[in-house]
């Protein structure tokens, strides 16, 4: 039985349905993230199972126990806030102290769970410091120690690691697992990083419009993607429509003036389709070989990689290359390229949402 469970769930503010029909099972243990852009729902879902935000209609349950309506303070839940919310009067020690003498905890044992919160952020140096004695991450720990010192069932984080600069921001996402792990706390966090969700997670919901549109691990996430949308969002995705031609061993996808074989289970000659291949997977190979053919238009260095914008008949192309000290293809230069078969992703060729992305230089941005 899942130890948190959300079913048909929506949240409704008057005309607009910010949530529809959410429906989620997270293990105990479990770390899942939220992911989606601004305005997809899934800070509305954090809020109802924080309970700071009212059902309009489903039912959500913590370890059989229906919490639906229940008030915040009384569903034990920990929840670290995008801005950390620390009390500034109060030292490190206090701040993570306060939750406990809420839950009239005596002292005696008061003290040792904060220090052992502090021991399991790496903070017990820092237990007499003020809040703007402390860096950015160090007030990330503080309230994170804060959450975890309650012993919560479930540990809700919203955008804990958004206010941290890109390298500290890298460094916290490992260091959140590797606590997570350590205490076993089920854990939900909202996040619009694609990287932070899928390097942490067990498992990623992917919200749309309020919607769920895929629930999976990371890493067939990124390889099995189910809509444009997701492919696009989670990763860069060059995304290409074309019109399944004929069905044999592979099927034929007309993208114009030129064809493509892919896997296709379950296609028929007449679909229209979308094909989703990630830059990565692509080759520069001679001019005359590979898949297609095209000419570099412009190239991009990044340090680990060379990244080529690729006019070809197809249309143009983001192709990601490993610096590996070979030497690269000039603006301007024919080349071939290639890619496994069984790489190129079929997808329904529909458009998803307006404002999803439209080429594959919109999916690199």
């Known amino acids: 039985m899942s130890f948190l469970t959300l079913t048909n769930v ?32 899934k800070t509305t879902t954090l809020q109802m199972i924080a309970g700071f935000a009212d059902v309009t209609a489903g039912r959500i349950t913590l370890d059989g126990r229906n919490i639906t309506h229940a008030k915040p303070n009384t569903r034990g839940l920990g929840i670290v806030f995008q801005s950390y919310a620390l009390f500034p009067h109060m030292s490190v020690h206090d701040n993570v102290s306060f939750g406990l003498e809420m839950l009239r905890v005596p002292k005696s044992e008061r003290a040792e769970r904060v220090k052992a919160a502090l021991a399991l952020v790496h ?3 820092h237990a007499t410091r003020y809040p703007r004695e402390l860096s950015g991450g160090q007030r990330q720990r503080v309230a994170l120690a804060r959450a975890l010192v309650i012993e919560p069932p479930v540990l809700l984080l919203d955008e804990p690691l958004s206010n941290l600069d890109a390298k500290l921001r890298e460094e916290m996402q490992f260091e959140l697992r590797q606590i997570q792990r350590k205490v076993g706390t089920t854990t939900v966090m909202v996040t619009h990083d694609q990287t932070e969700a899928m390097s942490i997670s067990d498992r990623v919901v992917v919200m749309e419009a309020g919607r769920v549109t895929q629930i999976d691990q990371p890493h067939r996430l990124y390889e099995h993607p189910q809509t444009r949308f997701i492919s696009s969002f989670v990763g860069k995705a060059n995304l290409l429509e074309g019109r399944v031609t004929a069905i044999g061993a592979w099927a034929t996808v007309n993208l114009g003036t030129v064809s493509l074989e892919v896997e296709a289970p379950g296609a028929a000659a007449g679909d229209a389709v979308v094909l989703s291949l990630r830059p990565e997977k692509i080759r520069l190979v001679p001019q005359g070989q590979g898949c297609l053919a095209g000419t570099v238009r412009e190239r991009f260095f990044l340090g680990s990689q060379w990244l080529y914008q690729v006019a070809t008949a197809a249309g143009e ?20 390229l290639d890619w496994p078969v069984q790489q190129v992703r079929l997808l329904p060729g529909a458009r998803h949402l307006a404002h999803e992305p439209q080429r594959a230089l919109e999916a690199v941005a």
Not at 11 to 25: C, E, H, P, Q, W
Not at 324 to 336: K, L, R, S
């Open 123 to 125: 903070l017990e140096a």
């Open 317 to 336: 192309l983001v192709v990601v290359c490993p610096n590996d000290g070979a030497v690269p293809a000039e603006e301007g230069q024919g080349i071939g």
């Open 10 to 41: 929506n949240k409704a503010y008057g005309a607009t349905r910010a949530v529809i029909d959410m429906n989620l099972s997270v293990e105990k243990g479990e770390f899942v993230s939220l992911l989606g852009p601004s305005g997809c729902g």
